[in-house]
């Protein structure tokens, strides 16, 4: 099955530097690749999204960019602001099935 | 917005107790799912629920879980003879179309307590 692996697991950045996360997947069919911010003791909640036919998302300060080849796709958030501070997951969907396959998670700290 | 509600919040049992967690996924999504996060952890995927009948389930969904959808708006999961490891954060989710095309919305998610 699908595997998806996330670096890194803490993240401390300074407020206005960007940050950036990164992940790897196993299966080269899959072909949708969420990201989710997750604040404490709430839903994991949509942030951006990239399907395999494109390359590079950016929506305001956060983009996504998706390498097919390397099977890998990363978060970049510039001019990080407190409210960014939470755990941020990546997560991929095989081709033919349903289910999103969670990477670890990433704790980001945005300091002033 | 619409949105997926879930009930309880938060359930707390004894082991080996029964237990049911409630969704409500959003109207006219016909896609729906649970997953878990153990505290401080990834969120698992542990089924997922199409046309009346599960089309995918994880390793961790064994006989002890069952889904149902008991009427047209509810989608329940049971646990029937809960473990100390079975606490975590639940959370449903539904989505208009298979998930390798579309959002998953989450719910709000239960918090289950075994004690």
């Known amino acids: 099955g699908e595997n998806v692996e996330q670096h890194p697991s803490t993240l401390s950045v300074q407020e206005g530097d960007s940050a950036v996360i990164k992940c790897t997947y196993s299966?080269?069919?899959?072909?949708?690749f969420p990201w989710y911010k997750q604040e404490l003791g709430k839903r994991p909640q949509l942030i951006i999204d990239?399907?395999?036919?494109?390359g590079e998302k950016k929506d305001q300060r956060i983009a996504v960019t998706l390498n097919k080849t390397a099977k890998h796709f990363s978060l970049h958030i510039t001019e990080t602001q407190p409210e960014d501070s939470a755990v941020y997951f990546c997560?991929?969907?095989?081709?033919?099935?349903?289910?999103?396959?969670f990477g670890t998670g990433t704790r980001l700290q945005v300091t002033l | 917005e619409p949105e997926v509600t879930q009930t309880p919040s938060h359930q707390v049992t004894q082991m080996g107790q029964e237990v049911i967690l409630r969704c409500v996924p959003i109207?006219?999504?016909?896609?729906f799912y649970w997953y878990r996060q153990i505290l401080g952890q990834k969120v698992e995927f542990l089924v997922s629920?199409?046309?009346?009948?599960?089309?995918?389930k994880s390793e961790i969904f064994d006989d002890q879980f069952s889904v149902e959808r008991p009427d047209g708006s509810n989608f329940t999961l049971k646990i029937r003879s809960t473990k100390l490891e079975d606490s975590a954060m639940y959370f449903c989710?539904?989505?208009?179309?298979?998930?390798?095309?579309?959002?998953?919305?989450f719910g709000q998610g239960t918090r289950l307590t075994v004690v």
């Open positions: 629920f199409y046309n009346n009948e599960i089309s995918e």
């Open positions: 990239i399907r395999s036919n494109v």
């Open positions: 997560a991929a969907t095989p081709g033919t099935a349903s289910k999103l396959t």
């Open positions: 299966d080269s069919a899959s072909n949708y």
């Open positions: 109207s006219n999504h016909l896609y």
């Open positions: 989710a539904s989505s208009d179309l298979a998930g390798g095309a579309t959002e998953a919305f």
